[in-house]
């Protein structure tokens, strides 16, 4: 019953440093999204994918790339960090159809936490 | 484009009282679809609700109603009897659709904090 999956939890980056989260879903799911949430500004969209091989961007995709090789996998690298890219990150994933019962609601990862010093 | 807002930053309450949270909505859509999670102190989102624009009727799920009022573009969401429980953020969401397929991205609002005290 693994949902969404995002490693790692807590990451501390100096300025400048690259690294990148990993989402993983399980639902066989056709769009994949990376959120950031910070403080009084609710949960806003930084790239979204609605299936393998495409991506868009979202409101705030500066500083962020994204890749999704395969269905399952949604990777967003930050290349040179920024300490305004201190935030906590949220993969989430949803079906493209709704009917069936279906509720097109996101199902979320359970957020990674990174510092950039 | 599309846009969720919920005026109310903080909400604080006393066990047992009623609370609404509110959220108002814009969108050039003429189908689309209303959400509302709930991110209690642990940080994971929780999915309570979703509701079509085609189908105004108002819901009620134990204590947790919600009223969609088309006409005023809101979504508000009623807690009856509050519990200590409930202290969470409140994210109001829009997505917009057409038929059976959903429209790809969902725009949140900033949320609100709701605190119950006991």
């Known amino acids: 019953n693994a949902g969404v999956t995002q490693t790692p939890k807590f990451r501390v980056l100096k300025t400048g440093q690259s690294m990148t989260l990993l989402c993983a879903q399980d639902?066989?799911?056709?769009?994949m999204y990376w959120y950031r949430q910070d403080p009084g500004m609710g949960l806003r969209l930084i790239h979204y994918?609605?299936?393998?091989?495409?991506?868009a961007k979202g409101e705030v995709p500066d500083g962020y790339n994204v890749s999704r090789l395969k269905k399952q996998n949604f990777l967003l690298g930050l290349e040179s960090a920024a300490p305004s890219q201190t935030s906590v990150y949220f993969c989430?994933?949803?079906?493209?159809?709704?009917?069936?019962?279906?509720?097109?609601?996101?199902?979320f990862g359970e957020g990674s936490r990174l510092t950039v010093l | 484009a599309q846009k969720v807002t919920q005026a109310q930053t903080e909400i604080s309450v006393v066990e047992k009282e009623d609370v609404t949270l509110d959220c108002v909505y814009e969108?050039?859509?003429?189908?689309?679809?209303l959400f509302w999670y709930k991110q209690p102190p642990s940080g994971e989102l929780v999915f309570l609700i979703r509701?079509?624009?085609?189908?105004?009727q108002n819901e009620i799920s134990g204590r947790y109603s919600w009223n969609f009022q088309k006409s005023t573009s809101s979504f508000n969401f009623t807690i009856t009897a509050s519990q200590v429980v409930d202290s969470a953020v409140y994210f109001c969401?829009?997505?917009?659709?057409?038929?059976?397929?959903?429209?790809?991205?969902?725009?949140f609002g900033e949320g609100t904090q709701l605190t119950v005290n006991p």
């Open positions: 989430a994933s949803s079906t493209r159809r709704l009917a069936g019962g279906l509720t097109g609601e996101l199902f």
């Open positions: 639902m066989n799911h056709e769009y």
């Open positions: 994918s609605v299936g393998e091989g495409t991506t």
């Open positions: 969108t050039r859509d003429t189908t689309y679809y």
């Open positions: 509701r079509n624009s085609f189908d105004e």
């Open positions: 969401a829009l997505r917009g659709g057409r038929g059976e397929t959903s429209g790809s991205r969902l725009t």
